[in-house]
């Protein structure tokens, strides 16, 4: 069936380095994708999105890069921070009549000071 | 500007028992879904509502339901409660639906026993 799926379920960086985290999909009609980070005790909180039509787009701090050709998506994180620590989730939609979204099993984030 | 509120945040229930958890949508969005997040599944489709009519449903028994109002708040039952219902049921709302993004609430952390 559908899914998302994460390469790595923990990943632990140092202050400041940069981080990336991976996501693989399977449903080649995807045409939307969310980040979301989920500290403890929250609800996910949306960090970027992108659509099909584009390959790369940057917010603060981070980067979201699609590769429709091999259905992966990544998210970088530059300067990571102590505050970065958190659980990260890919989701997608493939529009229509989709109305949900479908989750990855999401990644930890740790960030070392 | 009000983020999405779930009421109530935290609830212990005995087996057989049913709950009713309540959902209010950040204000203008009329699409509301609910999320059942364990450790083991993480985050799963439980149902999307637009304007009061269901859109979508996932694959959970007849024992959860919901309903949304013409306000567009939104409320979900669980009906005969089992222990494996013991989960954080997240609430989400958009403008539209998932095509568009989703905003979630901090979640109902539900114990059953």
């Known amino acids: 069936g559908e899914s998302v799926g994460l390469h790595l379920p923990t990943l632990s960086v140092q202050e400041g380095d940069n981080s990336i985290i991976n996501c693989a999909y399977s449903n080649s009609a995807s045409d939307y994708f969310i980040w979301y980070k989920q500290e403890s005790g929250k609800g996910p909180q949306f960090i970027i999105d992108?659509?099909?039509?584009?390959d790369k787009r940057q917010g603060q701090r981070v980067t979201v890069l699609l590769n429709k050709t091999v259905k992966h998506l990544s998210l970088q994180i530059a300067a990571t921070q102590p505050g970065d620590s958190a659980v990260y989730f890919c989701a997608e939609n493939s529009g229509g009549s989709n109305y949900k979204l479908t989750f990855g099993k999401g990644t930890l984030l740790t960030v070392n000071p | 500007k009000a983020g999405v509120t779930q009421t109530p945040r935290y609830l212990i229930k005995t087996r057989g028992q049913q709950v009713t958890l309540s959902c209010s949508p950040i204000?203008?969005?009329?699409?509301v879904s609910w999320y059942q997040q364990t450790p083991g599944q993480g985050l799963q489709f439980l149902f999307e509502?637009?304007?009061?009519?269901?859109?979508n449903k996932g694959n959970f028994p007849g024992r959860f339901s919901g309903r949304q109002f013409s306000n567009s708040r939104s409320e979900m039952n669980v009906s005969t409660l089992e222990l494996g219902d013991s989960a954080l049921y997240l609430c989400a709302s958009s403008l539209e639906g998932a095509h568009y993004g989703y905003t979630f609430g901090s979640g109902t952390r539900l114990t059953v026993v």
């Open positions: 992108i659509r099909s039509n584009m």
């Open positions: 204000s203008g969005h009329r699409s």
């Open positions: 509502y637009f304007s009061e009519t269901q859109r």
